[in-house]
């Protein structure tokens, strides 16, 4: 999904807004469990988060610069990095998982308002990110893009086309970092801006 806008957008770039905006999310504990659960195909509940948290973003970017329709980037990406907080595997056989298209929001809106303090823009793109199977629209334009970016990445990863994997590597070199789990002086050269 290539938007052009006037400004170079690099996925360092999109890596780096994201880890900033979002990092309170990504290194606790808590964000940390979505990585257990498998969410389309081999992806994982936090490798989709992310990928809808970077197309919103690169939404937003269009948005903003060709139309000047301006955004709450971080909730933007808190949002995307929760909308999915549910923290099981929606594919056991489990009778409770059967509706899972159309329970999770809640759920997840639960998990999250439990683990992390949400605004009502977060709490909009959480609730009704599934629209239309939540039959209530979303409220904010913020919400609406998670709503887009949400399928598209869901199409992507069921199909396995592969169009957030650098991103990815990305998020968790940081989360690296920030744990202390390794230290170097500089990023590697492939995080070169182009």
């Known amino acids: 999904m290539a938007l052009s806008t006037s400004k170079q957008i690099t996925e360092y770039k999109l890596a780096k807004d994201l880890f900033t905006r979002g ?29 809808v948290a970077k197309y919103s973003l ?13 955004c709450d980037r971080t909730s933007l990406v808190r949002g995307a990095l929760l909308h999915d907080y549910f923290l099981y595997d ?28 949400l605004n009502d823009i977060e709490r909009d793109i959480i609730s009704k990110h599934m629209f239309p199977l939540t039959l209530v629209p979303p409220r904010y334009r913020e919400s609406v893009i998670i709503c887009l970016a949400d399928k598209w990445c869901a199409i992507c990863e069921t199909f396995k ?11 968790n070199y940081r989360i690296g ?15 070169k801006e182009s």
């Open 23 to 51: 990092k309170d999310i990504i290194l606790s504990p808590e964000g940390q469990q979505m990585k257990k659960f498998t969410q389309h195909g081999t992806t994982s509940v936090f490798e989709h988060c992310v990928s």
């Open 58 to 70: 690169l939404i937003s970017y269009f948005l903003e610069n060709r139309f000047h329709i301006k």
């Open 90 to 117: 929606w594919h056991d056989p489990d009778p409770a998982h059967r509706i899972h298209g159309f329970t999770h929001p809640g759920i997840a809106m639960k998990n999250a308002e439990r683990d992390f303090g």
């Open 161 to 171: 086309i592969d169009i957030s994997s650098y991103l990815i590597y990305r998020v």
């Open 177 to 191: 970092l920030a744990s202390g789990e390794f230290t170097i002086n500089r990023e590697p050269e492939t995080a």
